[in-house]
């Protein structure tokens, strides 16, 4: 695939900024609640970390940061979280299914192989009608970040098994999913099911910049691991990844960044470095595929990712990222997250491979 049109993204800055984003992290990692090493935040901070070892190992012969992986990895004895359905608590399964790949040990996959096939034979009855005050609400996808954490999961058993159950489940799982979050005429995702009537100052519906921004990377995720000769399955995901990538990059602000309230950025005016990061990604993966014309989409991811770079302090701290929630919230420049990191350097590590054009 040819890329039209001009690009200018230098490789050496790339990696430069990259090193210093997750250098920084390393050496700060966030603690409290929701910090577990086995928690979603970390999980996608692992896959971003994933991508980073994978070019530093490549390209310098480093493999430093695959040796923090793994130190992550083995004195959690490569488990998954707590929660049986839950999809955060298998998030973690994603990176540490990766490193199996590379490394071959079977305890590694083990404990993700055990949940995934204990939630496929014994599939959670539960609505989509997420309520927090009856937690068991939360033993299916129904909420759209969910969409991140664990269908890339299935979808990665299966690439590896070839059996079906894993597919069935996550298709099954998915479009349930969508049936009931996603809308049809905005083409973006509601964060759960208690927004469907709530409206923002300016009117419009509520649609929450990092759930679609988990959303739109957890397809990415899902494309680059199914089969390309899958033609079951493969078509809606890469339809709905088209249709969301049309819209989201409609919706980014002046200043480059996509803000915590999609269709109200005015009352959020101020950078969100999460969303953003997940939807550079996700679009910057599709130039790369060739799902989406270079010519269209380069200059938004371009755009984009210079937004992102403002966004990092001399010392590689990963500013303006919305903390952990549900719904748009103001953000301040000090703020930071393992996951907005996760996804600046997986956003990172396609630009790198469009900067080869």
């Known amino acids: 695939m040819q890329v039209t049109a001009q690009t200018d993204f ?56 695959y040796q923090w992986l793994m130190r992550i990895g083995r004195r959690n004895h490569f488990q998954v979280g707590k929660w049986m359905y839950h999809a955060d608590f298998i998030a973690v399964g994603q990176p540490f299914i990766d490193l199996y790949v590379k490394y071959g040990n079977k305890k590694m996959i083990a404990p993700v192989m055990a949940r995934a ?32 954490m664990a269908p890339p999961v299935y979808a990665k058993l299966y690439a590896l098994t ?34 469907f ?3 923002e100052a300016n009117g419009k519906k509520v649609f929450w ?3 679609n921004g988990w959303v739109i990377g957890g397809l990415a995720e899902i494309l680059k691991t199914l089969p390309a000769e899958d033609t079951e399955f493969r078509p809606f995901y890469l339809e709905l990844y088209k249709e969301m990538s049309e819209r989201l990059a409609g919706l980014q602000g002046k200043d480059g960044y996509w803000h915590a309230s999609l269709l109200d950025p005015a009352s959020y005016p101020s950078p969100e470095t999460s ?11 599709g130039i790369n595929q060739g799902y989406l014309p270079a010519d269209k989409y380069l200059p938004v991811v371009k755009k984009g990712w210079e937004a992102l770079t403002r966004a990092v302090e001399a010392n590689g701290k990963l ?21 907005g990191t996760g996804a600046f350097l997986m956003a990172a590590s396609e630009i790198y491979k469009l900067a080869d054009k």
């Open 10 to 65: 230098d490789k050496t800055t790339i990696k430069s900024i990259m090193k210093q984003v997750a250098d920084w992290q390393i050496a700060n990692p966030n603690k409290g609640a929701e910090h577990d090493d086995l928690d979603w935040t970390h999980a996608a901070l692992y896959m971003g970390m994933l991508d980073w070892a994978e070019l530093t190992e490549k390209e310098d012969g480093d493999d430093s940061y």
């Open 117 to 148: 096939n204990w939630v496929v034979e014994n599939p959670a009855e539960t609505p989509l009608e997420l309520d927090y005050g009856k937690l068991e609400t939360l033993d299916r996808w129904s909420w759209c970040d969910a969409l991140f």
């Open 162 to 195: 070839k059996n079906r159950k894993y597919l069935d489940f996550l298709n099954k799982e998915y479009k349930a999913t969508y049936e009931y979050l996603y809308d049809k005429d905005e083409h973006l995702f509601y964060r759960d099911r208690r927004f």
């Open 197 to 199: 009537a709530k409206r």
């Open 209 to 211: 910049g990092r759930g």
């Open 275 to 285: 969303a953003t990061g997940f939807i550079v990604y996700g679009l910057a993966y």
């Open 319 to 339: 500013g303006w990222v919305q903390p952990v929630g549900a719904d748009p919230k103001k953000v301040t420049r000090d703020m930071t997250e393992l996951y």
